[in-house]
């Protein structure tokens, strides 16, 4: 499965961004969805995870409440809708599939992802 990020780029404290990430290669419902990010020095953080159907969602505590994932099965595509960002949302966000039967919050789990999309939040 070879996926695709876009949409990122530089807003302000407040706004709104929403990145897609697209797949390819691969059946797309068999897959398990997730949008990492990460900062220098640190480790590649989850920050949300949506199940292959798109019936369950996980999100992280720093970013509940504000940031909704999506997939469009059809489309073979999953979303980031990220809204009221804050400075401390900087970060390059990645997307990520695997196929397993738990959410598991470590990078090593997931198969698959993406290069990478990067979203500064400035003030």
């Known amino acids: 499965v070879q996926l695709q990020a876009s949409g990122g780029g530089l807003v302000q404290v407040g706004d709104s961004l929403r990145l897609s990430c697209a797949a390819s290669?691969?059946?797309?419902?068999?897959?398990?969805m997730a949008w990492f990010r990460q900062t220098p020095g640190k480790e590649r953080e989850l920050v949300a995870h949506?199940?292959?159907?798109?019936?369950?969602?996980y999100y992280a505590d720093s970013v509940k409440g504000r940031f909704t994932i999506s997939r469009d099965n059809a489309k073979n595509t999953v979303y980031l809708q990220m809204n009221s960002l804050k400075l401390e949302d900087t970060a390059v966000y990645y997307c990520?599939?695997?196929?397993?039967?738990?959410?598991?919050?470590?990078?090593?789990?997931?198969?698959?992802w993406g290069q990478g999309t990067l979203v500064t939040v400035s003030s």
């Open positions: 949506i199940t292959r159907s798109g019936g369950s969602t």
């Open positions: 990520a599939a695997n196929t397993l039967y738990i959410i598991r919050p470590d990078a090593g789990s997931y198969d698959y």
């Open positions: 290669g691969g059946t797309f419902s068999r897959h398990n």
